[in-house]
Each structure stands twice: as C-alpha cells, then as structure tokens.
Nanobody, 117 residues
Framework: QVQLVESGGGLVQAGGSLRLSCGAS????????MGWYRQAPGKQRELVAR???????NYADSVKGRFTISRDNGKNTVYLQMNSLKAEDTAVYYC???????????WGQGTQVTVSS
C-alpha cells in the first residue's frame, strides 16, 4: 500500500508562487511515475504535470512555462513549483503515483490552492 500526503497549498495573489510537496511511503517510489492533478469546482480532474522514474516530464498546455515538477527519490518526495499563478489555477491539487506505463493507482487527499485576482 502506498500513501501519499500533499502539503504546501494555500492562498496567494495572482502572479505569486507556491510549491507543493507530496511525500510517499513505500520503497517503490523511485520506480514509479508521479503526477499532479487538479480539480476546480464544477470541472473534471485534469492532469497538470507528470514525471517518470527517469525524470522525464510533461505538462498541461495551460501551465507550461509556469509550473515545474521535480522529484527527490532519496526523500520519496515529488514537488510542483508553481510560478506566475493565475486565478484559473485555483483548484484542489492531488498527487498521484503509478507503475511505469500504467495508470495512476494511488492518490493523495488533495491540497487547496486559491489564487486571488
């Protein structure tokens, strides 16, 4: 069983920055892909960023150039650095983990990010 715990959400003004962290239990962390999703009120959950065990990344078009996903396998932690935040980035952000080539299997409880305009 893998447990994921997010932290770092909060309230920030437009143009500001936040860094989300997600700590994972279990020894499989370094072998699995990690991702950040978000869900805004009334909208479907969407993939924000993904990072493979090799460190390859991909991003939603809406966050390219502003958000950066990274991982520290020694600390079993994945990060999402969010810069130049916009009101439309307001959402609950979820951390996810999954096996290489497979779907995300484990999810965190979510952390709220609110960007005031």
């Amino acid at each position: 069983q893998v447990q994921l715990v997010e932290s770092g959400g909060g309230l920030v003004q437009a143009g500001g920055s936040l860094r989300l962290s997600c700590g994972a239990s279990g020894s499989i962390f370094s072998f699995w892909a990690m991702g950040w999703y978000r869900q805004a009120p009334g909208k479907q959950r969407e993939l924000v960023a993904r990072i493979t065990k090799y460190g390859s990344t991909n991003y939603a078009d809406s966050v390219k150039g502003r958000f950066t996903i990274s991982r520290d396998n020694g600390k079993n932690t994945v990060y999402l650095q969010m810069n130049s935040l916009k009101a439309e980035d307001t959402a609950v952000y979820y951390c996810a983990a999954g096996p290489p080539g497979g779907s995300f299997k484990y999810w965190g409880q979510g952390t709220q990010v609110t960007v005031s305009s």
